[in-house]
């Protein structure tokens, strides 16, 4: 089986070659050509998995990086995002994937599905991106993530919505307008989904507040009326950040109240092409180097928890982690 460990640490690199002119010693660096890296996708419900396709295979956003293998939860599923995505050849079982990839994508809907689905691959040394939410339990993932540290396996995952140009950009205006005191989030989310009820879409509200103002959420608490909802997060700097689950819409506004008065967060920044989320996961296939820390994948899982527990309890809910 191929060694996915040397693979890192071959690809992209540059050599050295000495030359001999006349009269000159001179030194020509040779730049290789970067190899091809061979992506499987386990989980084809999502209209991401054919996404990826499309960006890979399709769009040949990055030259040398193809999806080449996918397993569904169906045949229909699979087979949907083969021609969507134009990716060649479905397995009937992840593991006939194992020495046949170089990275592996995880996308399922729910997110309780991801981590055991990721394990055979990381005991392989094979780096993994993991489609949002990361997992459906803190210690579920903060033992995952110390075996994957403990093999030198690069593990990752963030939600697009949140780690962007655009976030970077509100991280910065945010940051312009001093302390906030309030700050109200509207976005799409279900806390009655069947994928995992308020981390489904939730994970990108939260993902996003959490990169703009800090890991910094003492509790959170969760207000209902059927599946019409509202979470509140108390940071421990004393800003209050009110999240509107929109359950018939899609838009994301923030407004922030500072001294400044209360103001409407936006971006006119134009994201970079291919996007960041896809351009750093792509550096972590090649390189091995994690765009983001282990603390910051699971710190966000622990809001999510927490959020979801005050659904059913009605109370205020300690972030744990």
């Not at 690809?11 to 010693?25: C, D, E, R, V, Y």
């Not at 397993?71 to 020495?99: H, S």
Request: glycine share 8%; aromatic share 10%.
């Amino acid at each position: 089986m191929k060694s996915r460990r040397n693979f890192i640490k071959t690809t992209g690199k540059a050599t050295a070659a000495l030359t001999i002119g006349p009269g000159l010693l001179s030194k020509t660096i040779v730049t290789q050509t970067p190899k091809t890296i061979k992506i499987g996708i386990i989980g084809a419900e999502n209209s991401h998995s054919y996404g990826y396709g499309k960006m890979f295979n399709t769009d040949k956003k990055f030259p040398g990086v193809k999806v080449e293998y996918i397993w569904g939860e169906t045949d229909e599923f699979a087979k949907a995002a083969m021609e969507r995505g134009n990716i060649p050849v479905q397995v009937k079982d992840p593991a006939e994937m194992l020495g046949k990839i170089d990275a592996l994508i995880v996308d399922h809907r729910h997110p309780k599905y991801h981590l055991e689905a990721a394990v055979p691959f990381v005991k392989e040394g094979i780096p993994v991106f993991i489609d949002k939410p990361f997992c459906y339990r803190e210690s579920e993932g903060k033992k995952f993530l110390t075996m994957a540290r403990s093999l030198g396996t690069p593990v990752s995952s963030w939600s697009t919505a949140a780690y962007n140009d655009k976030t970077i950009d509100l991280k910065n205006k945010a940051e312009m307008l001093g302390q906030i005191k309030n700050l109200v989030v509207f976005g799409p989310a279900d806390i009655e989904s069947p994928w995992g009820g308020i981390f489904f879409y939730g994970v990108h509200m939260v993902d996003q507040i959490l990169y703009m103002f800090g890991d910094n959420v003492e509790k959170v608490r969760v207000s209902k009326k059927g599946n019409v909802a509202t979470g509140t997060l108390l940071f421990n700097n004393g800003m209050i950040a009110t999240l509107v689950f929109l359950t018939q819409g899609r838009n994301r506004i923030i407004y922030a109240e500072s001294d400044k008065g209360v103001i409407e967060l936006t971006s006119d920044v134009q994201e970079s092409d291919p996007p960041k989320a896809y351009a750093d996961m792509v550096e972590m296939f090649r390189t091995g180097k994690e765009p983001r820390s282990h603390e910051r994948i699971l710190y966000g899982i622990a809001v999510l928890e927490a959020l979801e527990k005050s659904v059913t309890s009605d109370k205020w809910e300690i972030v744990k982690i």
